[in-house]
């Protein structure tokens, strides 16, 4: 019988990572991640989490680049980051998904400096968006434990060969507390076969990995990476509903969609965020309004033909992206508009730049930018994109 | 030696008279084939594995410039959780530019952690795979692309890191500087860092020829100069204190080495040359004194009786 605990975001994660007998984890520390690899610590030191090595090494730049050599030495490895943390990884992550070395990576989502903040936004995932991980984005407590789960074997699945991110809001998952179901450790044995690598740093066949390519090999060894990218699409589907059927929970595979039976006007968002639309949504249904959900689980790969279908019947679309690209937009209105650009009677899209820092978010919010959206779809003028609720009163004058 | 297989094959790119591929192909003479190689960006990286081709026949990663050791770190780790550790060696190699610039941080988090893996710097004084630009190992008044002599500067005017102490205050087993000027001494001590579990750090000395300005046939020749000059002190740390040193018999005048390089040509030609290489001289005189390299000569009581 399934075990339930009320237990904290961070808990959930180490707990799915732990269930997923990983051989090497490495981490830094940072807020708001600290209570995942502290939670780890402590199932090393009670020996709960055997063959197991962790690393606690000196940056998160080493922290990746031990997950990479232990990946490649063709082992399963666990890292939990967040923030600057994921900035000072980058270059580790492009090495890892370039030398198609699965891991899975826990992304406590938070703001990135300056100025300083320790509070949630996407930003530090968004930015990472290039580098060739698959991205999931958990909506709650328990999609995050079970996302890491499925994320292992979408990452080694043979088609794929990727490491995968798994993100999740700071504070608002990793630091809430909600009933979650833990995950049985038969049960995942059995969802979750032990690593095989096709290759491995081995004495005995010996390989060379990370060779320079000139320009006759690069777009190559870079489209294939691409390509397992789009293989993906199926994989993460597949996964999902093979984990549903073992697990009795389905949340979605690229995306998910709530109340979109005759939705007029359709929110798009990720990650914790889409509980609160979710609350809004029903008040307004209550009411007689035709709005709906889709929640982007997903980001990369982008679930285009997903999203294409899911939204054949909305008149306007409304992103809350939790990120910005400088100078541009929101990346998810952008990524949005680009999968819709060319089909026939596709929707009006409004992007908003929403929660940035730890702002909050509140149903009144979904609500008032809901309003936007049909006040669109009846012809008033509504700007494409906005930075909702920018407080003009403490920018400098003439801004 | 002879009979043993190159276990780094021939064929690669490396110029004539590189010291740095005769430290690979002597390493792998000593490791033999149950090792396997992390390295870090640089000129061995690309001149042994242009894809689709690899001089390695020993099983070998390269991911980024900065992070050889905890690449390194990570396998170690790995062959332990999954008990594939057996007498498997894990070895890491870096320039100076990756080991004693950019990766020295997380390089000293690998030793300070304990990892048992054994990291060797192929130490050419330069980034050499990028042209000739100036490391925290380049020595005083070297010219290189970014430190170049002119008018009014003698080169390089920065110290060569002592990073072989700041190894050995991590109070580690063992770090050691060598020369490929002497590859029976290399040898030795690889195989004594190899039977030593933890981790260990050996800096060799080796040649760049454009990048030092040298006749390629020379090069062995200007690595023992260095040695026998004072230039590169070789000697041993085991547990933070030195057990060893390279004892010099007749020690050269800094001169001999230099001489022979364009890095330091300018100092021959410049006005007040004399005074920078006097300096230089100083450098060495230092190196001596510090690790008692000169040999004393024992004959003089005995002339002195018989007078």
Redesign the interface.
């Given at each position: 019988m399934a075990k339930m605990a009320v237990i904290e975001g961070s808990h959930a994660i180490a707990e799915a990572a732990k269930v997923c007998r990983p051989a090497v984890v490495s981490a830094y520390p940072i807020t708001p991640q600290t209570h995942i690899v502290e939670d780890i610590s402590q199932m090393i030191a009670d020996g709960e989490l055997m063959n197991c090595e962790y690393v606690r090494t000196e940056s998160e730049f080493s922290a990746a680049s031990v997950i990479l050599g232990a990946a490649a030495a063709g082992t399963r490895v666990f890292s939990a980051t967040s923030s600057q943390g994921a900035v000072l990884m980058y270059e580790v992550l492009f090495s890892m998904a370039g030398m198609r070395l699965p891991g899975v990576l826990a992304m406590a989502n938070r703001s990135v400096s300056s100025p300083l903040s320790i509070w949630n936004d996407h930003q530090d995932a968004i930015s990472a968006r290039d580098n060739g991980w698959i991205q999931l984005w958990a909506e709650d407590n328990q999609e995050a434990a079970d996302m890491i789960v499925q994320a292992f074997k979408i990452g080694e699945d043979r088609r794929i060969l990727l490491p995968v991110m798994v993100n999740l809001d700071g504070f608002l998952i990793t630091h809430t507390y909600e009933p979650v179901e833990i995950l049985d450790q038969n049960m995942v044995d059995e969802f979750l076969p032990p690593y095989e690598p096709l290759y491995k740093l081995d004495p005995k066949d010996p390989v060379t990995m990370g060779a320079l390519a000139q320009p006759e090999y690069y777009t190559e060894a870079r489209y294939m990476i691409h390509y397992a990218q789009l293989c993906a699409k199926d994989v993460i589907e597949e996964v999902a509903e093979e984990f549903g059927k073992k697990f009795g929970r389905y949340k979605g595979g690229l995306i998910d969609t709530y109340k979109m039976e005759g939705a007029e006007v359709v929110l798009i968002s990720m990650g914790s965020v889409i509980g609160t639309m979710k609350d809004a949504v029903d008040e307004m249904r209550a009411e007689g309004i035709p709005v709906g959900i889709v929640k982007i689980r997903s980001y990369r790969p982008f679930p285009v033909e997903a999203l294409r279908e899911a939204l054949k019947g909305a008149k306007v679309v409304c992103v809350l992206d939790k990120n910005i690209s400088m100078g541009m937009e929101g990346a998810v209105f952008t990524d949005l508009k680009a999968a819709l650009y060319n089909v026939k009677g596709s929707p009006d899209i409004l992007g908003f730049i929403i929660g940035l820092g730890g702002r909050d978010i509140t149903i009144t919010d979904i609500k008032n930018l809901t309003n936007k959206g049909f006040a669109k779809m009846r012809g008033e003028k509504v700007s494409e994109m906005e930075w909702y609720k920018l407080d003009v009163d403490i920018l400098p004058e003439g801004i | 030696m002879a009979a043993l297989e190159d276990l780094f094959a021939s064929g690669h790119r490396a110029c004539a008279g590189c010291g740095c591929s005769l430290f690979l192909k002597t390493l792998l003479n000593v490791t033999g084939?149950?090792?396997?190689i992390?390295e870090a960006t640089g000129c061995m990286?690309?001149i042994s594995?242009?894809?689709?081709e690899?001089a390695?026949?020993?099983?070998?990663?390269?991911?980024?410039f900065?992070?050889a050791a905890?690449?390194?770190?990570?396998?170690e780790?790995?062959?332990?959780?999954?008990g594939?550790k057996n007498d498997?060696k894990v070895i890491a190699i870096g320039g100076d530019g990756a080991t004693i610039d950019i990766g020295f941080?997380?390089l000293?988090?690998?030793m300070?952690?304990g990892h048992d893996i054994l990291y060797i710097c192929y130490d050419n004084e330069a980034y050499m795979n990028t042209g000739i630009q100036r490391s925290g190992s380049t020595p005083y008044d070297a010219s290189t692309t970014t430190t170049p002599a002119g008018k009014v500067s003698f080169g390089n005017q920065s110290q060569k890191k002592n990073a072989p102490a700041i190894m050995a205050a991590h109070g580690i087993p063992y770090v050691a500087t060598t020369s490929m000027g002497y590859p029976a001494d290399f040898a030795k001590k690889v195989r004594k860092a190899l039977s030593i579990e933890g981790p260990k750090y050996i800096q060799v000395h080796a040649t760049c020829t454009p990048g030092w300005g040298i006749d390629s046939a020379l090069s062995i020749e200007i690595l023992r100069l260095a040695v026998e000059t004072a230039m590169y002190p070789l000697y041993e740390y085991e547990n933070g204190e030195v057990t060893s040193v390279k004892k010099i018999k007749g020690r050269k005048p800094v001169r001999e080495y230099l001489e022979k390089q364009k890095r330091f040509s300018h100092l021959f030609k410049m006005p007040n040359g004399d005074k920078e290489i006097e300096k230089i001289q100083q450098i060495a005189d230092l190196n001596a004194k510090h690790f008692g390299l000169d040999v004393v000569e024992k004959a003089k009581p005995k002339e002195a009786k018989a007078e």
């Open positions: - | 084939p149950n090792v396997i992390t990286e690309v594995t242009p894809y689709p690899s390695w026949k020993v099983p070998w990663i390269h991911s980024l900065e992070n905890p690449v390194a770190a990570g396998i780790a790995a062959l332990k959780a999954t594939r498997t941080g997380n000293s988090g690998v300070e952690r």
